[in-house]
């Protein structure tokens, strides 16, 4: 990536073969004449801040530098140059922003010069040094003030994995309806939710139930099915598939033949604020994941619910991963999650795993707003009743 001459200018020529040389005096006269005559642009300005740092004149290399950046604020080596001054004079965190859109913009840069090249090189080492020294300090000073990762909040935890980069931030992000100025939480705390102690008391009485469902091969379906005049994502390996499969208690607001074929599941989940929303929910099933399944990324339709499982037959090496937050089902013990957040459940056991799956009421909606969002939903569909699933 060197600047292009115009094949008709001497100056500019002799300009551009100097830099090539490494004749650092006569390529700043040379691009000194150009700047003179207006006939540099960023790049010109970057080559002759690039020889003045070069020749040791600082504060004339910086001035060439910002005219280029004037003209073009990604002008990758006007940044570098910049990235060397700055730290030349001390200035390590204006620095470290320079080097830091160095390694951005050059890192998917093809065609650079040598010299670009092993600058782009630099700026990611100084910004991996920066960050590992950074984080020491910060850990460190948190340390001192009695920060412990396994005893410390878990969302000050998060937060500081983001900053750092060890994680990125996951947002709600329903494919249907948004309701504003909901908390984007994760896994919610489970005492949170006083009620899922009888759930999670019935679990036995559930598994019983369960497997006496899992005897009719009738029972269970495809979670997700090809729809009549509607695409499928040809990429998905899911659709019509078995190895996602599910046996409805409650779908889409109604109770199904299994439910009272599973009366004490049924009867723990009296206490729990099931979202009721005609044609809609509650949605209560058995959800079944064969051994290899790995159901993708994916978010829900609406947050103003909230989803709670309850592991049933649940096999080692079996994940899911709500946003930043993977954990391992076990049996009898239940958790509330959002699932406008990006979710993903894998099985990689050699073992079936099923978890009951329903649907409540988020917590910090007031009834009045619970009324709102049912009569809202409900008058949707009564207009387009061939809607999508809550997911």
Same mark, same amino acid.
């Given at each position: 990536?060197?600047?292009?001459?115009?094949?008709?200018?001497?100056?500019? #020529?002799?300009?551009?073969?100097?830099?090539? %040389?490494?004749?650092?005096?006569?390529?700043?006269?040379?691009?000194?004449?150009?700047?003179?005559?207006? =006939?540099?642009?960023?790049?010109?300005?970057?080559?002759? /801040?690039?020889?003045?740092?070069?020749?040791?004149?600082?504060?004339?290399?910086?001035?060439?530098?910002?005219? /280029?950046?004037?003209?073009?604020?990604?002008?990758? @080596?006007?940044?570098?140059? =910049?990235?060397?001054?700055?730290?030349?004079?001390?200035?390590?965190?204006?620095?470290?922003?320079?080097?830091? %859109?160095?390694?951005?913009?050059?890192?998917?840069?093809?065609?650079?010069? &040598?010299?670009?090249?092993?600058?782009?090189?630099?700026?990611?080492?100084?910004?991996?040094?920066?960050?590992?020294?950074?984080?020491?300090?910060?850990?460190?000073?948190?340390?001192?003030?009695?920060?412990? &990762?396994?005893?410390?909040?878990?969302?000050? *935890?998060?937060?500081?994995?983001?900053?750092?980069?060890?994680?990125?931030?996951?947002?709600?992000?329903? *494919?249907?309806?948004?309701?504003?100025?909901?908390?984007?939480?994760?896994?919610?705390?489970?005492?949170?939710?006083?009620?899922?102690?009888?759930?999670? !008391?019935?679990?036995?009485?559930?598994?019983?139930?369960?497997?006496?469902?899992?005897?009719?091969?009738? %029972?269970?379906? &495809?979670?997700?099915?090809?729809?009549?005049?509607? +695409?499928?994502?040809?990429?998905?390996?899911?659709?019509?598939?078995?190895?996602?499969?599910?046996?409805?208690?409650?779908?889409?607001?109604?109770?199904?033949?299994?439910? !009272?074929?599973?009366?004490?599941?049924?009867?723990?989940?009296?206490?729990?604020?099931?979202?009721?929303?005609?044609?809609?929910?509650?949605? #209560?099933?058995?959800?079944?994941?064969?051994?290899?399944?790995? $159901?993708?990324?994916? *978010?829900?339709?609406?947050?103003?619910?909230?989803?709670?499982?309850?592991?049933? $037959?649940?096999?080692?090496?079996?994940?899911? @991963?709500?946003?930043?937050?993977?954990?391992?089902?076990? =049996?009898?013990?239940?958790?509330?999650?959002?699932?406008?957040?990006?979710?993903? !459940?894998?099985? %990689?056991?050699?073992?079936?795993?099923?978890?009951? $799956?329903?649907? #409540?009421?988020?917590?910090?909606?007031?009834?009045?707003?619970?009324?709102?969002? +049912?009569?809202?939903?409900?008058?949707?569909?009564?207009?387009?009743?061939?809607?999508?699933?809550?997911?």
């Amino acid at each position: 990536m060197l600047w292009q001459p115009m094949s008709s200018d001497p100056v500019s #020529i002799a300009a551009l073969a100097a830099f090539r %040389a490494g004749d650092w005096a006569t390529a700043r006269a040379r691009f000194e004449e150009l700047a003179a005559a207006g =006939k540099a642009d960023a790049e010109a300005f970057a080559m002759l /801040a690039a020889a003045r740092h070069r020749l040791g004149d600082g504060p004339a290399a910086h001035e060439a530098a910002d005219r /280029a950046l004037v003209l073009n604020a990604r002008n990758l @080596r006007a940044s570098l140059t =910049k990235a060397d001054l700055l730290t030349q004079q001390g200035a390590l965190r204006e620095a470290n922003f320079y080097y830091g %859109a160095v390694a951005e913009i050059g890192g998917s840069a093809t065609g650079l010069t &040598p010299d670009l090249a092993d600058g782009v090189r630099r700026a990611q080492a100084v910004r991996a040094r920066t960050a590992a020294e950074m984080l020491n300090l910060v850990e460190a000073e948190l340390k001192s003030a009695g920060y412990a &990762p396994d005893r410390s909040s878990p969302r000050f *935890t998060q937060a500081l994995e983001i900053l750092t980069g060890r994680k990125q931030p996951y947002f709600q992000q329903p *494919t249907a309806f948004y309701y504003p100025e909901l908390p984007n939480t994760q896994f919610y705390p489970r005492e949170q939710f006083p009620w899922l102690d009888a759930v999670e !008391a019935a679990t036995e009485a559930m598994i019983e139930e369960l497997e006496g469902v899992l005897q009719d091969e009738a %029972a269970f379906a &495809p979670y997700l099915r090809t729809e009549p005049h509607m +695409t499928s994502r040809a990429d998905y390996p899911l659709i019509d598939s078995m190895d996602w499969s599910s046996c409805f208690l409650w779908n889409n607001g109604e109770a199904t033949p299994h439910a !009272a074929r599973c009366p004490r599941t049924m009867a723990a989940l009296e206490q729990a604020p099931l979202c009721r929303v005609k044609g809609r929910s509650p949605q #209560i099933m058995f959800s079944q994941l064969k051994a290899g399944a790995h $159901i993708l990324p994916h *978010t829900g339709a609406v947050n103003t619910r909230l989803v709670c499982h309850v592991p049933l $037959i649940v096999p080692p090496h079996c994940r899911f @991963r709500v946003g930043n937050d993977v954990r391992q089902w076990e =049996k009898g013990k239940a958790w509330v999650f959002d699932d406008t957040i990006e979710h993903e !459940a894998r099985n %990689a056991s050699d073992r079936t795993r099923v978890v009951l $799956i329903f649907d #409540i009421w988020r917590p910090e909606l007031s009834e009045e707003e619970r009324a709102l969002v +049912t009569t809202l939903l409900t008058a949707i569909d009564a207009y387009a009743p061939e809607r999508a699933s809550w997911g």
